[in-house]
């Protein structure tokens, strides 16, 4: 079987009168198939630097509660979508004096060191979101 340019793919045919009509349907699936490909681009890649974020770090796992309460949450907002890695709870309060360290109350003028544990997840997510998107969306 012999194939020339006109045999492959899906063909529309349809009179001159219907041919806008039919290109806004062909445009609104094409919409949906990208807009779905990006959803789930936004979301793998926000899980997986969940993923990386919980597993980094230098420091002990002296409060493992706070290990496990970094989660991440993803939501659609119209044409948007958002994908947050976040610690749940009240843990969220030692995230900002892990990773900056902080003053000791006991002992003025110590600082304790820094454990950056969010940057990982921050240049994974930056890194990999636009070919998680490309990977997703299919045509």
């Known amino acids: ?7 492959y793919g899906n063909h529309v045919r349809v009179s001159m009168d219907m041919a ?3 290109l806004m349907n062909i445009l609104e699936d094409l919409t949906a198939e990208v807009r779905a490909g990006v959803n789930e681009g936004v979301r793998e890649t926000t899980k997986e630097a969940s993923k990386i974020t919980r597993e980094a770090g230098g420091y002990q796992n002296r409060r493992p509660k706070y290990r496990k309460s970094i989660g991440w949450r993803f939501q659609t907002s119209g ?3 958002e ?3 976040y610690a749940r709870g009240h843990e969220y309060s030692l995230t900002h004096l892990l990773e900056n ?3 000791l109350w006991n002992a003025p003028g110590v600082m304790t060191r820094a454990f ?5 997840g921050d240049e994974y997510a930056n890194a990999h979101l636009a070919q998680n998107i490309l990977k997703n969306i299919k045509f």
């Open 79 to 81: 044409p948007m979508a």
């Open 20 to 22: 806008g009509q039919a």
């Open 116 to 120: 950056p544990h969010w940057k990982p």
């Open 101 to 103: 360290g902080h003053h």
């Open 1 to 7: 079987m012999s194939r020339d340019r006109y045999t």
């Open 83 to 85: 994908g947050q890695v």
